[in-house]
Each structure stands twice: as structure tokens, then as C-alpha cells.
């Protein structure tokens, strides 16, 4: 009897010790599917032929890579959940890059820094098949060749086109894996980067055709709405209050690889806002002129020299109409202006999570927009950033 009950005992033991291991491989599964990305970036930049210090200093006005001397780039930390059917993204950022990224989300604090303005991403997808994929919340723009993270591009200051197109979209999106090779996503979302809530009261329409095979891809993109609302909407109405007509974007992204080691991207974009209403003091009219906005064209060519250099030249010729963009490029009497930007970077990669860029850029305009050494007008800025970016 004893030892049936010493038997007992032990039979026990190995039981429970089986359903704890158990457990705890569940719990291992479980916390497997959570991982921690990010990258961590800083920056020297200097102009050959322009200010560097003081209210006359200057920089392109594109997105990020603009501060003078030694500079800080952001920390991003991602945080992802990928389960068989269900997962989330929470992508934060902190510093200067971080915060121009995410310049539309100071809202929810009523115009002033709050939690939301380190939210770069934060959404929720849903697999609800294997043709269909719904994602709601806030996500990174799907137009463009580039990206905010310096980790996603190969120059590391970016494009007018990428600069002036849409950072973040806040909504619901379904994504429509439709062969192998073609896919189709459709979306509603929040007027362009209104990140946390909507404040204008309108939508907007975002669409994406997908083609992509082992050598490239090529992605033509749109986005249609109302960005600012109507001035009906608008509560208590002042004289010569104006709201902008509807937004429509058109672009295309492609890029393939022409050899083993060179590599061709493309992006090419056209955005237009129609004349929209204005209050003239007795009632809501409809505004004269005609529309305005940007289009531009960039070519990418890459070269890999080894496992650690690659060297590469973005070329670009960005155009704005009807003073659709103002303080961006040397507008004429029109409202008409361009630039050509050639933009020529290295990637050395000195371990496998860290890489250097030294970058060469040279903006010219078709009308006057910086100064010289003597602060004298120049359509011309030339200029040296060396960049170190750590990827984990």
C-alpha cells in the first residue's frame, strides 16, 4: 500500500511537473511572437557655399538631415505583435527627427507637446483570410519611394517629393493579396497626417495597385479628399476666411535590379488642390483660380562595390505651380518655381548593425531662394553631411 502510494505520489509529481512545463512552452510561444526593433541615428552637416551659423544659416527645405554642425537624428523603438491571425505595432520616436515626423499629432494636447507627439505608428491588423488583411490606426504613408526611418533609405537626407507628400495616414485599410505577384489595398482615412483624431470633419480615399516579383516591384498610388473641411463646418465664421478645395496625389514607386549589384528606382508624383470656398462676410463662395500644387520625378541608381560599400545617386527635379507650396523652392510672380537636387551618398558598413553615410548634395533653383558666404541671393546650396546610423 505504501508503495502504491509512493507510486501515487510520483505519477503526480511528473504530471504536474509536465503541465508546468507546458506552460511555460506555451508561455515561451507566446512571448516569442513579441519583438523589439529600432535604430538609433546623429549627424554632422556643413554648406560649402552658405551660412552655417546664425539666423542666415540655411538648409534645404526638405524633411530631416536640416540642422547644423553635429546634430541628433531620433531614437525609434518598435514594439511588434505578430500572432497567426491578430497583431499590433507600436512605433515611437524621440528627437529631432522623431518630432518633424510626427508633426501633426500635438492635437489631443491642445496644440502643445504631449504623449501622442512620440507616436510615429500605432495600429492593429487583422488577417482575415489569406487574400485579406484589415489594419486600422495609424501608419506610415504608402506613397513614395522613402520612409521616415533612416534604416529604410540608402541617402540619408530625403527628397522634396517625400518631404511634401503624406508622413502618416490615421484609419482603416484592407489589403488584397491577389496572386503571387499583384495586390490591391484600399483605405479611408483622416485627412494627411491629422494623426490622432479628426478636426476637419472630412475623409479621405486612399487606393494602391501592387506589382512585385524577385527582381522589383512597382506601386502606383492615390489619395483624394478634403484636407481642411468645409467653412460651413466650421462653427463661428470671419470675414475672408478660406477653406482648400479637395486633394488629389497620384504616384508611382518602382524599383528592380538591373544586375547583381546595381540596382534602379524610380518615383515620380503629381499633387493638386483645387481652389475651395470663401466667406465673405455674408456667405460662403466658391474661390477663383485655379488649382495648385507640386509634381516631380526621382531617379535612384545604386551600386554595391562589396559586402561593406555600396555607393549611390539620387537625382531630382521637384516643381510647384500656382504657389502651391510656399518657402520650399524660389517661386516667380506666378507662384512658379523648380529645383534640381543631386544628392550623391555612400553606405560603409562598419558592423553589421551600424553604418556610415557621407553625403554629397548640391540644390539649385530656377529662381533665387539661398544666400552666399557674403549673403548675397544664390539660386545654388552646397553642401557635406556624414551620418552614423545603428539598426537592432
Known amino acids: ?126 488577417n482575415v483570410n489569406d487574400v485579406v488583411t484589415l489594419t486600422m490606426g ?48 484600399a483605405a479611408v482615412m483622416n485627412p494627411t497626417d491629422m494623426t490622432e483624431f479628426n478636426l476637419a470633419g472630412t475623409y479621405t480615399l486612399g487606393a494602391q495597385v501592387g506589382y512585385s516579383t524577385d ?34 496625389q497620384v504616384d508611382l514607386t518602382t524599383g528592380f535590379n538591373l544586375t547583381e549589384s546595381l540596382f534602379l528606382g524610380v518615383n515620380t508624383t503629381l499633387n493638386t488642390t483645387s481652389a475651395g470656398e470663401i466667406y465673405t462676410g455674408s456667405d460662403v463662395q466658391d474661390a477663383d483660380g485655379d488649382g495648385a500644387g507640386f509634381y516631380g520625378v526621382a531617379g535612384y541608381l545604386q551600386a554595391t562595390t562589396s559586402e561593406m560599400f555600396s555607393i549611390g545617386l539620387r537625382g531630382e527635379y521637384f516643381s510647384v505651380f500656382n504657389g502651391g507650396l510656399q518657402e520650399v523652392v524660389g517661386l516667380n510672380a506666378a507662384g512658379d518655381g523648380n529645383v534640381f537636387a543631386a544628392t550623391l551618398s555612400g553606405n560603409l558598413r562598419v558592423h553589421k548593425n551600424l553604418t556610415l553615410i557621407p553625403e554629397l548634395r548640391l540644390d539649385t533653383m530656377s529662381e533665387n531662394f539661398f544666400v552666399d558666404n557674403d549673403l548675397n541671393d544664390s539660386k545654388s546650396l552646397s553642401s557635406f553631411m556624414l551620418a552614423a546610423v545603428f539598426a537592432f
Open 138 to 185: 495609424n501608419f506610415n504613408t504608402f506613397l513614395g519611394y522613402e520612409v521616415i526611418s533612416p534604416t529604410g533609405n540608402f541617402n540619408y537626407s530625403t527628397s522634396y517629393m517625400f518631404s511634401y507628400g503624406p508622413f502618416s495616414h490615421t484609419g482603416l485599410k484592407a489589403d488584397f493579396a491577389l496572386t503571387d505577384k499583384w495586390s490591391l489595398m
Open 1 to 126: 500500500m505504501k508503495r502504491f502510494h509512493l507510486l501515487l505520489t510520483l505519477l503526480l509529481l511528473i504530471s504536474s511537473l509536465g503541465f508546468a512545463q507546458e506552460v511555460i512552452i506555451v508561455e515561451e510561444e507566446k512571448a516569442s511572437n513579441l519583438t523589439f526593433s529600432g535604430s538609433v541615428d546623429a549627424y554632422f552637416r556643413t554648406n560649402f557655399n552658405g551660412p552655417n551659423k546664425g539666423d542666415n544659416f540655411q538648409a534645404p527645405e526638405t524633411s530631416f538631415g536640416n540642422l547644423p554642425g553635429f546634430s541628433l537624428g531620433m531614437a525609434n523603438i518598435i514594439a511588434t505583435y505578430q500572432g497567426e491571425k491578430v497583431g499590433a505595432v507600436a512605433d515611437l520616436v524621440f528627437g529631432p527627427r522623431g518630432e518633424d515626423a510626427v508633426f501633426g499629432s500635438p492635437m489631443y494636447a491642445g496644440g502643445m507637446a504631449g504623449s501622442s507627439q512620440i507616436v510615429n505608428q500605432l495600429y492593429i491588423y487583422w
Open 215 to 248: 527582381a522589383g516591384s512597382a506601386y502606383l498610388n492615390f489619395v483624394y479628399g478634403d484636407q481642411d473641411g468645409k467653412l460651413e463646418d466650421n462653427g463661428t465664421l470671419i470675414a475672408d476666411q478660406y477653406s482648400n478645395g479637395k486633394t488629389f
